[in-house]
């Protein structure tokens, strides 16, 4: 049985001379929690841009484009799925950033996918609960529902980054792409958060790629740990402890120590 979600072949972006990213070869399985570390300009970012459809492959002109067969550039043929194949239709991202629209209270911003431009509802599955009680539900697991009729401008840095989380998760995507969406955080902050993606990770079954400058942070939510230099993968990792973690766990230390090492080489 294939167990593969995403997989990237061959998947090469380049800025003038400089490779941000060539990765031979990558799976990710349904489901897991994949933790991407490095050094700073290591390609990561390049990394999700490339999956999020915000950056295109080398040669290649339209990723979201998954039917065409080819494109032709330069005289050059390149198969896109042939680069990344298996990517959901549903991916969204969660950036550094919150990215809230300042006009819109937190529970909007939370809704804010279920408009479509001419503000009719567009998401008709029935399975789901309605996006009332979603969203109700979401508040909740995010401990916004005090905040629900605020406005961003109202809201601290982590509020505003579970506001952000929200909002994605109401979207339901099957994979979602995290860019230290934690890094601006305090200390505190930032474990509060840690502490509620895995629950939400571990409860809704998503698929997650992270990002992050914090090999302890990738050691407490990563199911498996990639550590990238020069746009390549350098080591694949297991990560064989179950959630809870603590960063004090001597497996855990160990795994801090080595990927530390590798990335000093
Ligand atoms: N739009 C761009 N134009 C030119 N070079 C770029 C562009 N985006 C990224 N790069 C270069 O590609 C390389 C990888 O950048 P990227 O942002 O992916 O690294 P990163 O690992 O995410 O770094 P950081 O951890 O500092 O965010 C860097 O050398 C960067 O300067």
Redesign the pocket.
């Given at each position: 049985m294939d167990t593969t979600l995403l997989a990237l072949h061959n998947l090469k972006k380049t800025?003038g001379n400089?490779t941000?990213v060539n990765v031979d070869s990558l799976a990710i399985q349904p489901h897991s929690f994949t933790c991407i570390v490095?050094k700073?300009?290591?390609?990561?970012?390049?990394l999700l841009r490339l999956l999020s459809g915000l950056e295109t492959p080398d040669t290649v002109t339209n990723v979201k484009d998954q039917t065409a067969a080819s494109y032709s550039t330069t005289g050059q043929h390149i198969n896109v799925t042939s680069c990344i194949t298996g990517l959901p239709a549903k991916t969204a991202p969660v950036f550094q950033e919150p990215r809230l629209m300042p006009w819109l209270t937190v529970k909007e911003n939370i809704m804010f996918s279920l408009k479509g431009q001419d503000g009719n509802a567009t998401n008709s599955d029935v399975s789901l609960p309605s996006p009332e009680e979603r969203c109700r539900q979401l508040l909740q697991e995010l401990e916004l529902t005090e905040a629900a009729n605020l406005y961003p401008a109202q809201l601290s840095g982590g509020m505003a980054q579970r506001v952000s989380l929200g909002r994605t998760l109401f979207y339901d995507p099957e994979l979602i792409l995290m860019d230290e969406p934690f890094s601006a955080l305090d200390y505190f902050t930032r474990r509060n958060l840690q502490d509620m993606v895995l629950r939400l990770f571990q409860h809704q079954k998503k698929t997650i790629l992270f990002?992050t400058?914090d090999v302890e942070e990738a050691l407490l939510l990563g199911d498996r740990i990639l550590v990238m230099e020069n746009g390549n993968i350098k080591a694949d990792m297991p990560v064989n402890l179950p959630p809870p973690r603590k960063a004090a766990d001597p497996p855990l230390q160990e795994m801090r120590q080595q990927i530390l090492d590798l990335l000093a080489e």
């Open positions: 800025y400089k941000a490095g700073s300009g290591c390609g990561k970012t390049t990002v400058h």
